[in-house]
């Protein structure tokens, strides 16, 4: 009997937990009753009373499994860490709000079954903020102008990755993964089902905008040389224009000794001008800068606090570092 694995990444979910757990588990037994399942939540550090919900859950059903992250790492780190850790022929990754469809499971399955490696979900409207969506529909449209690489616009991550692809996540050995540059970059083909994005059902969302410059930020500098390219290319545009200025005023200085008063505003706007332009840029290479250094220093993706209903001895116990 195939295993389908069931993977939900939570963060102050305590309203969304134990609704999404039975909405899986009844739409599994009801439509997919050929296969085994297990569930697991990788809870990123919750303040709430995620975690005393999610040990309830686990104590009543041993398919149920959780591992708690000791801190905080990150809404793209826990997910991949935890794509890692399960044990099935195939995972299905979605969020606990369900704002991924849990109705979409079964037809993740079916095209699986179909010879699919990866299935994922891509929105086709939403029903949250729409100036967020046509936002988005904007940078996704930006990147893939900028990036050699194919972007996959509106894929959020949810989908469903048969266990070949998480060798090939496991092997990358990545500190900073972008599952959805990764998916568009090393993914075998893939099967994309659109949806429409419901609103969430309960709480607060934690995407708020330094999460989402992040997230767009970590995809420009991993998958465009555009920033780079930029830089040189208006620094070049910049000198050449200031040096054809410079003669220019030169020669009307000289021919005009008395008449042509060049005045401070001229310079003013020049230095201005130029100074903003460098420290764009600067900020710009720092952005650059910053993610090579989160590469090199090559720390864990995660750290374990505790995982539970995993056996081998590790319930209750820190876990592995990956």
Same mark, same amino acid.
């Given at each position: 009997?195939?295993?389908?694995?069931?993977?939900?990444?939570?963060?102050?979910?305590?309203?969304?937990?134990?609704?999404?757990?039975?909405?899986?588990? =009844?739409?599994?037994?009801?439509?997919?009753?050929?296969?085994?399942?297990?569930?697991?939540?990788?809870?990123?550090?919750?303040?709430?009373?995620?975690?005393?919900?999610?040990? @309830?859950?686990?104590?009543?059903?041993?398919?149920?499994?959780?591992? *708690?992250?000791?801190?905080?790492?990150?809404?793209?780190?826990?997910?991949?860490?935890?794509?890692?850790?399960?044990?099935?022929?195939?995972?299905?990754?979605?969020?606990? =709000?369900?704002?991924?469809?849990?109705?979409?499971?079964?037809?993740?399955?079916?095209?699986?079954?179909?010879?699919?490696?990866?299935?994922?979900?891509?929105?086709?409207?939403?029903?949250?903020?729409?100036?967020?969506?046509?936002?988005?529909?904007?940078?996704?449209? !930006?990147?893939?102008?900028?990036?050699?690489?194919?972007?996959?616009?509106?894929?959020? /991550?949810?989908? !469903?990755?048969?266990?070949?692809?998480?060798?090939?996540?496991?092997? !990358?050995? =990545?500190?900073?993964? *972008?599952?959805?540059?990764?998916?568009?970059?090393?993914?075998?083909?893939?099967? @994309?089902?659109?949806?429409?994005?419901?609103?969430?059902?309960? %709480?607060?969302?934690?995407?708020?905008?330094?999460?989402? *410059?992040?997230?767009?930020?970590?995809?420009?500098?991993?998958?465009?040389?555009? /920033?780079?390219?930029?830089?040189?290319? *208006?620094?070049?545009?910049?000198?050449?224009?200031?040096?054809?200025?410079?003669?220019?005023?030169?020669?009307?200085?000289?021919?005009?000794? =008395?008449?042509?008063?060049?005045?401070?505003?001229? !310079?003013?706007?020049?230095?201005?001008?130029?100074?903003?332009?460098?420290?764009?840029?600067? %900020?710009?290479?720092? @952005?650059?800068?910053?993610?090579?250094?989160?590469?090199?220093?090559?720390?864990?993706?995660?750290? @374990?606090?505790?995982?539970?209903?995993?056996?081998? %001895?590790?319930? %209750?116990?820190?876990?592995?570092?990956?």
């Amino acid at each position: 009997m195939k295993k389908i694995s069931v993977l939900i990444p939570c963060y102050n979910e305590e309203e969304n937990v134990g609704p999404i757990s039975d909405a899986v588990i =009844d739409i599994i037994t009801r439509e997919l009753p050929m296969y085994d399942y297990e569930l697991v939540f990788i809870d990123n550090d919750s303040t709430d009373s995620t975690r005393p919900l999610l040990r @309830e859950l686990c104590k009543k059903n041993p398919k149920i499994k959780a591992i *708690f992250n000791a801190r905080n790492f990150g809404q793209f780190n826990s997910p991949y860490y935890g794509i890692l850790q399960v044990t099935g022929d195939c995972v299905i990754s979605m969020v606990a =709000d369900f704002q991924d469809p849990v109705e979409l499971i079964p037809q993740y399955v079916h095209e699986w079954e179909n010879g699919y490696k990866i299935v994922i979900g891509i929105k086709t409207s939403s029903k949250e903020n729409p100036f967020m969506y046509w936002l988005r529909s904007c940078y996704y449209k !930006l990147i893939r102008r900028l990036s050699d690489v194919e972007q996959i616009e509106h894929f959020t /991550g949810s989908g !469903l990755y048969d266990r070949q692809f998480i060798e090939v996540l496991r092997n !990358l050995d =990545d500190p900073t993964p *972008f599952l959805r540059g990764i998916v568009a970059e090393l993914g075998f083909k893939r099967k @994309e089902i659109p949806y429409e994005q419901p609103k969430r059902r309960a %709480g607060k969302t934690h995407n708020n905008f330094y999460r989402l *410059f992040d997230a767009a930020m970590l995809s420009f500098t991993s998958y465009t040389k555009a /920033g780079l390219r930029l830089a040189t290319f *208006f620094g070049g545009f910049c000198a050449a224009a200031s040096f054809v200025i410079g003669i220019i005023y030169l020669v009307m200085k000289l021919l005009y000794w =008395d008449r042509f008063a060049a005045g401070m505003a001229p !310079l003013l706007i020049g230095v201005c001008f130029l100074g903003s332009v460098q420290i764009f840029f600067i %900020g710009l290479l720092g @952005e650059y800068i910053m993610s090579i250094n989160t590469r090199v220093m090559h720390r864990p993706l995660v750290i @374990e606090e505790e995982r539970i209903n995993f056996g081998g %001895g590790q319930d %209750g116990e820190a876990g592995s570092e990956e």
